[in-house]
């Protein structure tokens, strides 16, 4: 188990020599990685880079893993499947741990934010793949996290539920301003949403590229077009080159 | 013309593809014509009453049994030896089940054992019960639990162990401490697999008070069709069939009731 380590005020995660080996394959070897309170994240990386399993780590869900590793107590993840337990309503799915008072009404401003406000009474097996990542972030945000872990939330959707996707995560994050990891091999996405990108080669950050950008974004924006050929060089993507 | 006409087309219609109702009627058609059938062959001579008395004969005898309260109190003999064996291998299975499946050193140390006394036919341990415990109601009881134990055990074990892993993390994620897990996502993702033991192990369960009921007894619906076969009342004994007939019947509707209920989110498309 990594050691959970308390963090300072302008670092929100911490991760310091970060060590996961399966058998013989070292996937992660020493991986330093911080996020500022607000900050997105994205963490890019070929298949099979290792990006899901620091993720996992971050998460706590990785026993085996060493290193120092410092995540505040008010996190959330969603996966890239929805997860949602099949037995449950929308609404008690959403609700699932969360504890205090008025957990009915936060329950549904969330599914408000996430435009499933009517769809509280459903089963997960009525939804759609769209709506029922929509309710996974819904889950998400009634523990109102300061840090969102995402592993390839918008992975498993249809390109125009994802574009869709995209621009609720924008604006849930400038309503909310939580810091966030976005695990994802789309360079598109991660230029998107995130302000700084990371690249994750050979189990180490190989590569850190702020992204300063005025919000919202959109794909033809003008300085999109040399971040991304630089990441797209970094992943080993070769270049057309006109 | 026309009102000649619409009828005929409305009954070609239906018997292309007759609704749930009227299948539900249609499927009812062959074993009224089974038992009209068997009571004509009895009453033309067919059939002597000394090897198959007529249905009516039966129900005769049920309805007299039933006046004096003979059938009511064997019925109520055998229903407490079933629920009691019931109670006690159900609990066992449901216990060792959860461990072996929630535990890898459960898995280890029960499961094993387990596997092999599944290969002894349980109903063939009767000689070896009566010099155990005897030829009384323990012996019944204790092989109703038998019956009742193994496919309720393995359904509980395949259950938990059938549970998608990545729902338990998501629920880790969400805060969720081991008792909460089990609550939220164990049990309900076990269910299923839970009410199918259930129904498996209640067939077990008549099976084995059939069986048990045949040595030795006093009381019970057993009881009273080996009475019957030393008189020859052979409508008694077919009376007999009947009700145990009936209870797999019954037993089997009322669980497959409360499992609609319970599982309501799997019809979840059809519900709305």
């Given at each position: 188990?990594?050691?959970?380590?308390?963090?300072?005020?302008?670092?929100?995660?911490?991760?310091?020599?970060?060590?996961?080996?399966?058998?013989?394959?070292?996937?992660?070897?020493?991986?330093?990685?911080?996020?500022?309170?607000?900050?997105?994240?994205?963490?890019?990386?070929?298949?099979?880079?290792?990006?899901?399993?620091?993720?996992?780590?971050?998460?706590g869900l990785d026993p085996e893993a060493t290193g120092t590793v410092s995540v505040p107590r008010e996190h959330a993840v969603v996966f890239q499947e929805h997860?949602?337990?099949?037995?449950?309503?929308?609404?008690?799915?959403?609700?699932?741990?969360?504890?205090?008072?008025?957990?009915?009404?936060r329950i549904a401003a969330a599914l408000t934010e996430v435009g499933l406000a009517d769809r509280a009474r459903s089963w997960p097996a009525e939804l759609s793949?769209?709506?029922?990542?929509?309710?996974?972030?819904?889950?998400?945000?009634?523990?109102?996290?300061?840090?969102?872990?995402?592993?390839?939330?918008?992975?498993?959707?249809?390109?125009?539920?994802?574009?869709?996707?995209?621009?609720?995560?924008?604006?849930?994050?400038?309503?909310?301003?939580?810091?966030?990891?976005?695990?994802?091999?789309?360079?598109?996405?991660?230029?998107?949403?995130?302000?700084?990108?990371?690249?994750?080669?050979?189990?180490?950050?190989?590569?850190?590229?702020?992204?300063?950008?005025?919000?919202?974004?959109?794909?033809?924006?003008?300085?999109?077009?040399?971040?991304?050929?630089?990441?797209?060089?970094?992943?080993?993507?070769?270049?057309?080159?006109? | 013309?026309?009102?000649?006409?619409?009828?005929?087309?409305?009954?070609?219609?239906?018997?292309?593809?007759?609704?749930?109702?009227?299948?539900?009627?249609?499927?009812?058609?062959?074993?009224?014509?089974?038992?009209?059938?068997?009571?004509?062959?009895?009453?033309?001579?067919?059939?002597?009453?000394?090897?198959?008395?007529?249905?009516?004969?039966?129900?005769?005898?049920?309805?007299?049994?039933?006046?004096?309260?003979?059938?009511?109190?064997?019925?109520?003999?055998?229903?407490?030896?079933?629920?009691?064996?019931?109670?006690?291998?159900?609990?066992?299975?449901?216990?060792?089940?959860?461990?072996?499946?929630?535990?890898?050193?459960?898995?280890?140390?029960?499961?094993?054992?387990?596997?092999?006394?599944?290969?002894?036919?349980?109903?063939?341990?009767?000689?070896?019960?009566?010099?155990?415990?005897?030829?009384?109601?323990?012996?019944?009881?204790?092989?109703?639990?038998?019956?009742?134990?193994?496919?309720?055990?393995?359904?509980?074990?395949?259950?938990?162990?059938?549970?998608?892993?990545?729902?338990?993390?998501?629920?880790?994620?969400?805060?969720?401490?081991?008792?909460?897990?089990?609550?939220?996502?164990?049990?309900?993702?076990?269910?299923?697999?839970?009410?199918?033991?259930?129904?498996?192990?209640?067939?077990?369960?008549?099976?084995?008070?059939?069986?048990?009921?045949?040595?030795?007894?006093?009381?019970?619906?057993?009881?009273?069709?080996?009475?019957?076969?030393?008189?020859?009342?052979?409508?008694?004994?077919?009376?007999?069939?009947?009700?145990?007939?009936?209870?797999?019947?019954?037993?089997?509707?009322?669980?497959?009731?409360?499992?609609?209920?319970?599982?309501?989110?799997?019809?979840?498309?059809?519900?709305?």
């Open positions: 188990m990594a050691a959970r380590i308390a963090g300072d005020v302008s670092t929100l995660v911490r991760a310091a020599g970060v060590r996961r080996a399966f058998g013989a394959t070292t996937v992660l070897d020493g991986v330093d990685l911080a996020i500022g309170p607000g900050e997105v994240v994205a963490l890019l990386g070929g298949s099979g880079s290792g990006k899901s399993t620091l993720l996992r780590i971050l998460a997860r949602l337990m099949p037995w449950k309503r929308v609404t008690d799915n959403v609700g699932l741990g969360v504890s205090g008072g008025n957990v009915r009404a793949g769209g709506q029922a990542q929509r309710v996974a972030f819904a889950r998400a945000l009634v523990r109102e996290p300061r840090v969102l872990l995402l592993d390839e939330p918008f992975g498993a959707l249809d390109a125009l539920t994802r574009l869709k996707m995209q621009d609720l995560f924008g604006r849930l994050r400038a309503r909310h301003g939580f810091a966030a990891l976005l695990v994802t091999h789309d360079v598109d996405e991660a230029l998107l949403l995130a302000d700084r990108a990371l690249v994750l080669d050979g189990g180490r950050i190989a590569e850190e590229l702020p992204v300063r950008l005025e919000h919202p974004r959109a794909p033809d924006d003008p300085g999109f077009g040399p971040l991304r050929r630089q990441l797209l060089d970094r992943l080993g993507v070769p270049q057309r080159h006109p | 013309m026309t009102a000649v006409a619409a009828p005929v087309e409305v009954e070609a219609a239906a018997a292309v593809a007759p609704g749930p109702r009227r299948r539900r009627w249609r499927r009812l058609v062959s074993p009224v014509a089974i038992l009209l059938l068997w009571q004509a062959l009895s009453m033309i001579g067919v059939l002597s009453p000394d090897k198959l008395p007529a249905p009516s004969t039966v129900f005769q005898t049920g309805w007299r049994l039933a006046a004096d309260g003979t059938l009511g109190a064997n019925l109520l003999d055998s229903l407490t030896r079933a629920a009691v064996g019931l109670l006690i291998g159900g609990v066992l299975a449901l216990a060792l089940g959860a461990a072996a499946g929630l535990l890898r050193v459960g898995d280890d140390i029960i499961d094993p054992p387990v596997q092999m006394a599944r290969m002894l036919p349980h109903l063939a341990l009767v000689p070896l019960l009566i010099i155990w415990v005897g030829i009384g109601e323990s012996m019944k009881i204790t092989l109703v639990a038998l019956g009742v134990f193994f496919p309720l055990y393995f359904n509980t074990y395949a259950g938990i162990r059938d549970i998608d892993e990545r729902l338990v993390e998501a629920a880790r994620t969400c805060g969720l401490g081991t008792w909460a897990r089990l609550r939220h996502v164990i049990l309900p993702g076990a269910l299923p697999s839970l009410f199918l033991g259930l129904r498996l192990a209640i067939g077990a369960a008549w099976l084995s008070l059939v069986v048990g009921e045949q040595t030795n007894t006093q009381n019970g619906i057993g009881f009273l069709m080996m009475e019957a076969r030393e008189f020859s009342q052979t409508d008694v004994v077919v009376l007999g069939l009947f009700v145990y007939a009936g209870l797999g019947l019954l037993s089997d509707l009322l669980l497959r009731m409360l499992e609609r209920k319970a599982l309501a989110w799997r019809r979840g498309l059809q519900a709305t």
